[in-house]
């Protein structure tokens, strides 16, 4: 007999940004249920601490290392946790967790998976700031670690010429401050100068700080790694308040 | 003396899609500390009782107008919540609530306003076939209640000519069920005809039903009000199983 079976189970989980304000129903019985719980060091730090429970942090650099742990522990059996901040299925764990499936052991095609989503970043933002995304948007990544520069310009300039709101998530890392900026001279040259743009730097934790601006005033020097950039469509609107940061959401109607 | 004091406070909750399984902990307080919530039927008998709540529910139609009843009693002094599926900054409530500010009675802009993003529809959707949202991705609501066809055409023409994956919302309606024939032409003409093709009916309830086809070989006359339609881009992949549906994931490489 060499038949192998599987009695493991991985959950991909996704914790929202900040504290435990975001987390679900499904995200807190799937940790609660984990024998392990496997992530970057400080996704796993806000994991609600269950007695008997295996942590294991790692780099924030080694995401398919992870998937691959993650997976051989839930084919031996345990009940694993892969958590993520915001949404696992978003830019996050989700993808390397399928990513290692498909060139992996065959047997974990098999496993029991779970992906339990999360709050994204760009809808934490867009709470705080009223309802940007209320409207037809894209959703880009700027990193350049795994696709070319050139595939992220034609990605901008179809979400401008289509008019969307646009969510830029990694706009900007130490090795590669530039593409913030290369971004902004794109928009720049299709979008109008009073395109509303919001800068939203580590929404749902205490230093938060909340940036609404114009796509001639803002200054992308502003953007770091904890910043989830929104550009507004052409029907995003400004709303003043007297003692308090602007509303800022897009008309259900086409402008 | 004729000042206004505003006391009351509009909650604008997500309860994501289908049960309790997706309700964050932000939006589980909210729903408690409520006096009155106010919603579209359906999504009023989703929240879980609270003695000696007013629930006011209304019709799907008539948001602008349930906004206004919401606003009218926060400003009044309540502590109110509205209430959407999925998450209410995403083609739902909270566009709306906005409107009504901006068209309203400017004491409502001074109002204390909190936004409880959810579990979007594409959410649940992605989690439940694998992690088709993993990279860069546009999102379109095909309704042209409020905008004009060709504007969604012009939309859906960049974002499958800049290959993103696409998610469509409001894909049909009883009115108009022609609209989702119309964006499967327009996509045919584009787009590879293997490009991976999602139907997400009815996530998270007891009648959810998924298919996963191609571009070719799908059928929009499967396509009905509940259902959420993802497109996938050129990094989009199947990874079939032996005993159940294959996952589908977007590789986080540019082909």
């Known amino acids: 007999m060499n ?11 996704g914790l929202g940004p900040g504290d435990e304000t975001y987390l679900t129903q499904q995200a807190r019985d799937a940790l609660r249920e984990a024998q392990d719980v496997i992530g970057y060091a400080p996704y796993v730090a806000r994991v ?8 294991i942090e790692s780099d924030n650099r080694v995401e398919l290392q992870r998937a691959k742990e993650a997976l051989e522990r839930a084919a031996a059996g345990r ?6 901040g915001g949404d696992p299925g978003i830019f996050a764990m989700a993808a390397a967790v399928f990513e290692a499936i498909e060139t992996g052991d065959p047997a974990w095609r098999e496993l029991d998976i779970e992906v339990a ?4 970043a760009m809808q934490a933002a867009a709470a705080r700031v009223g309802a940007p995304l209320g409207h037809d948007f894209c959703v880009i990544s700027l990193s350049d670690n795994l696709k ?26 130490r090795a590669r401050p530039q593409r913030i900026h290369d971004a902004f001279a794109l928009l720049r040259r299709v979008l109008a100068p009073e395109r509303l743009v919001v800068f939203a730097k580590s929404v749902g934790r205490v230093e938060e700080d909340i940036i609404v601006s114009t796509l ?10 904890t910043t989830l950039v929104l550009i507004g469509s052409s029907g995003t609107r400004l ?17």
Chains 1, 2 share one sequence.
């Open 3 to 13: 038949e192998r079976v599987v009695s493991g189970r991985l959950s991909i989980i």
């Open 239 to 255: 709303l003043p308040r007297a003692d308090a940061r602007p509303w800022v959401y897009t008309s259900r109607k086409a402008p």
């Open 48 to 55: 609600p601490v269950t007695p008997g429970q295996t942590r």
């Open 148 to 173: 070319p520069w050139d595939v992220i310009e034609k990605r901008l300039e179809h979400a401008a010429r289509g008019d969307f709101v646009i969510a830029l998530y990694n706009p900007a890392s």
């Open 79 to 84: 009940k694993v946790a892969v958590v993520s």
């Open 117 to 120: 989503p999360g709050i994204s």
């Open 216 to 225: 001639d005033e803002a200054d992308p020097n502003e953007v770091d790694m």
